[in-house]
């Protein structure tokens, strides 16, 4: 026997909600069914644009062709950081990073989030990037793995993001199928006080993925890791020469032009790189940011997810920047150093808007509700889960 149960948010918070009912909801995805160009252009104004489209949408499923926004040039990284300093808000908070470590953490501002993205594009620009290359980033949740991801987007370069927890063979096997010619990663990772040693197996991968010239490697730990003359730098010492600036002007993108490719996990077979182009990716990722997760300019919003998978790159990184979010990154885990950590991170950063997986809830339920209970959390405004359904209970 079914049953059928729906808890509806508080009147007080429908009434002053983006979307105030489950009416008005199907009301607006109709609308985006039924008259789906004249709905996406009417949102195509929550970006800037350096030049408008032709045509907003041109497809054809017998001849395998999909485009929205033919024509129209923009930036994803000048949409996620520049126009955010350009419109006085460069002294928000765009990310806050909390480290594994409970004593660690970091605040970056969108006007400092501009400096480190542009100098950091000149450094891949040094090392012979160009728009339509490939770079593959496996490293850990700290600053630098958005900052590399900005980066690339800035200049056109088409980055693969593998999930820090993979294999050498699977990092091979993701760097080898799209030919990428620079690697970023890190010495080592840390993760509920458990170290994983990144560079060890991203040289096991490199034996492999031939095709990969330059590594930047980012001091995390400080351990001793081995360094391939040649090919191996440190990212600190780079960006400290004096010929990496700045100034860095935003690449104008194609709106179908690639921004990156993400692997499939694999459980079923070999890998598929998943390719996500630029305007459409983006104008999506915005607006579900926004409407889904009822953003306002005050809220301090929290994805719990690794960046290596696709909710990362959408809800942590770009749907949130593009919003002018601040948005948390976490390098932990919710079980370190003990089951309160996910809501003592609430309390720390006054986080309003908490996303994360029914996986994690289930892990830190089993801790018993004294570790929720001591807290506050009174900062929270909406919770959020994704992945897999959550229990009813």
Not at 120 to 129: D, E, I
Request: charged share 25%.
């Amino acid at each position: 026997m079914s049953e059928d149960k729906k808890y509806g948010p508080a009147a007080s918070f429908s009434a002053g909600a983006h979307i105030k009912s489950m009416d008005s909801y199907r009301e607006i995805y109709q609308n985006s069914v039924e008259n789906p160009e004249s709905f996406w252009e009417t949102q195509a104004g929550r970006l800037d644009w350096f030049k408008g489209w032709d045509k907003v949408l041109d497809w054809d499923f017998h001849a395998a062709k999909l485009a929205w926004f033919e024509g129209a040039e923009l930036n994803v990284c000048f949409n996620c950081v520049d126009r955010h300093v350009l419109n006085g808000e460069g002294e928000r908070t765009a990310i806050i990073w909390e480290g594994d470590d409970p004593t660690q953490d970091k605040k970056i501002t969108y006007k400092e989030l501009l400096h480190d993205v542009c100098t950091f594009a000149n450094l891949l620009k040094k090392k012979g990037v160009k728009k339509g290359d490939r770079v593959c980033l496996y490293m850990p949740m700290v600053p630098e793995l958005a900052v590399a991801m900005l980066a690339c987007a800035r200049i056109g370069a088409v980055h693969s993001i593998v999930f820090g927890g993979f294999s050498a063979d699977a990092l091979a096997d993701r760097i080898s199928d799209s030919t990428c010619k620079l690697l970023i990663t890190a010495d080592e990772g840390v993760r509920g006080n458990k170290v994983i040693p990144l560079k060890v197996i991203a040289n096991q991968a490199m034996e492999k993925a031939t095709c990969v010239e330059d590594c930047l490697v980012v001091r995390c730990t400080g351990n001793d890791v081995i360094m391939q003359e040649g090919r191996d730098t440190w990212l600190h010492d780079e960006l400290a020469a004096n010929d990496i600036n700045s100034d860095c002007p935003a690449e104008k993108m194609g709106a179908e032009d690639p921004l990156f490719i993400l692997y499939t996990s694999g459980s079923t077979g070999k890998p598929k790189g998943v390719l996500h182009t630029t305007a459409g990716y983006l104008l999506y990722a915005s607006l579900t940011h926004e409407m889904v997760f009822d953003y306002r300019p005050e809220d301090v919003y929290w994805c719990t997810a690794d960046i290596g998978w696709v909710t990362g790159h959408s809800y942590i990184v770009y749907g949130p920047l593009a919003n002018g979010a601040t948005t948390l990154m976490f390098e932990g885990v919710p079980s370190y150093p003990d089951a309160s950590r996910f809501w003592q991170v609430v309390d720390k950063h006054q986080v309003s808007l908490f996303y994360t997986a029914p996986t994690a809830i289930r892990a830190i339920a089993q801790a018993g509700d004294e570790f929720v209970k001591k807290t506050s959390r009174s900062s929270l405004r909406l919770l959020g889960t994704v992945g897999e359904p959550i229990n009813p209970e």
